[in-house]
Nanobody, 115 residues
Framework: QVQLVESGGGLVQAGGSLRLSCAAS????????IGWYRQAPGKQRELVAT???????NYADSVKGRFTISRDNARNTVYLQMNSLEPEDTGVYYC?????????WGQGTQVTVSS
């Protein structure tokens, strides 16, 4: 059973930074892709950033140049470094991993950016 555990969320002022972590129970090399989604109140869940097993990355236009996804293979952990945060970045951030047709989700971590 795959488990994804997020951490690192919190309250930050606009312009600040946070780093989210997603610790996977298995070897992250086994995933075809792993990344982050977010859901703001009253809105649909949306992709933030993903990283494929081959190393390619994909970012939402709204976070390009501000957010960076990376991974530590030895720790089976994926990170999301978030800089220049904006109030529009507020939401619950979920770690997501995909293996073949299977998708796995973490429980989410709250990020709140105050203006």
């Amino acid at each position: 059973q795959v488990q994804l555990v997020e951490s690192g969320g919190g309250l930050v002022q606009a312009g600040g930074s946070l780093r989210l972590s997603c610790a996977a129970s298995g070897n992250i090399f086994n995933f075809d892709a792993i990344g982050w989604y977010r859901q703001a109140p009253g809105k649909q869940r949306e992709l933030v950033a993903t990283r494929a097993s081959g190393g390619s990355t994909n970012y939402a236009d709204s976070v390009k140049g501000r957010f960076t996804i990376s991974r530590d293979n030895a720790r089976n952990t994926v990170y999301l470094q978030m800089n220049s945060l904006e109030p529009e970045d507020t939401g619950v951030y979920y770690c997501n991993a995909r293996r073949s047709i299977w998708y796995y989700w973490g429980q989410g971590t709250q990020v709140t950016v105050s203006s």
